[in-house]
């Protein structure tokens, strides 16, 4: 999972990680990956292995020897190595998780999205963040399971890639956070759900059943304190102005609704050219202002081209149609 080492070298050079375990699954790339740690790393500040992953956690704990961060970087899910990796972190540590396996998380592998995440993927206009929140919820429950929760730091899509990085603690079950996610085709609203409330999932604007997606991460997509601590470290290192307005745009929407909804099925529900995106969300807040309705709105970086709001979608199109007119 650690490939040629670029990332393990970041971590070492970039993030001042005073050792880095690099474990890599392909023996075949222990020359080239020894290679570029030796010039990037002191000797005896890094280790480099070629087990299977689960096993390398199970010997961490058998050793009490925990980590800091682990990062799980594998092909498809990171299950069942989010499990194993519990048993190697220490209690505040940073669980960082990857999954290239979009197909099953948006709605495409009924089958294998339970197999792999114990959930229903169902497909819907927002299934980029659901693949976050699969991931996520995956790894809230296996912390459970362990009499641990999870604290998200920050959860990126970047177009093919989810990531999630979360912080494990000793706690509680966190069951408010934890649940499903029903989208009805007829009309084209959202609504979340627990699990008592299943049985009670009948769209209430019109006949259509929902599809339910679940379970799922509902919480926080992000700790807003880090988000604003990346983003000032962001500015003061100069960074490139895309990640600063990436960062900008995860701090507006890590407290909104788990779904969004994209410009393009607004316009085609309302039967309307695309509403400006901006328009839209500023429509969304006046309407909030004059009516004390508190509806938000904000743009996601899962969407270039869609809006996150707690706002109905029957409000957004009348927002909507009203920017049409002027």
Not at 97 to 104: K, Q, V
Not at 110 to 122: F, H, P
Not at 148 to 162: A, L, R, T
Request: hydrophobic share 40%; aromatic share 10%.
């Amino acid at each position: 999972m650690t490939g040629c080492g670029v990332r393990s070298l970041r971590y070492h050079l970039e993030s001042g990680a005073d050792w880095v375990w690099a474990n890599e699954g392909n023996p075949d790339l222990q020359v080239v990956l020894n290679t570029n740690l030796s010039q990037g790393i002191t000797s005896g500040s890094y280790r480099i292995t070629h087990q299977d992953a689960i096993q390398l956690f199970f010997s961490c704990a058998q050793q009490q020897d925990y980590y800091d961060l682990i990062d799980i970087d594998s092909f498809g899910a990171p299950m069942p190595f989010a499990n194993t990796a519990l048993w190697a972190i220490k209690l505040g540590g940073l669980l960082y998780l990857t999954s290239t396996d979009g197909r099953t998380t948006g709605g495409h592998a009924l089958e294998k999205s339970i197999q792999v995440y114990g959930a229903c993927a169902r497909r819907h206009p927002a299934v980029y963040e659901q693949g976050l929140r699969l991931l996520l919820g995956c790894a809230a429950q296996q912390a459970a399971t362990r009499g641990f929760h999870i604290e998200p730091v920050f959860s990126v899509f970047n177009g093919s890639i989810h990531r999630a990085m979360v912080r494990v603690v000793a706690g509680t079950w966190q069951h408010e956070h934890y649940g499903f996610l029903a989208y009805c085709h007829g009309c084209g609203q959202f609504r979340t759900a627990n699990w008592r409330q299943l049985g009670q999932l009948a769209c209430h604007i019109c006949s259509t059943a929902p599809v339910v997606s679940g379970p799922m991460w509902l919480g926080p997509l992000h700790n807003v304190t880090y988000i604003d601590q990346m983003a000032a470290l962001a500015t003061s290192w100069h960074w490139p102005q895309q990640i600063q307005r990436l960062l900008a745009v995860m701090g507006q929407e890590a407290d909104m609704p788990p779904y969004y909804y994209p410009l393009a099925e607004i316009g085609r529900r309302g039967q309307m050219d695309i509403p400006a995106k901006q328009r839209l969300i500023e429509g969304i807040g006046a309407i909030s202002n004059s009516h004390e309705s508190n509806y938000r709105a904000s743009a996601t970086h899962l969407d270039t081209q869609a809006i996150k709001t707690n706002a109905p979608l029957a409000i957004c199109l009348d927002v909507a149609k009203g920017l049409q007119t002027r």
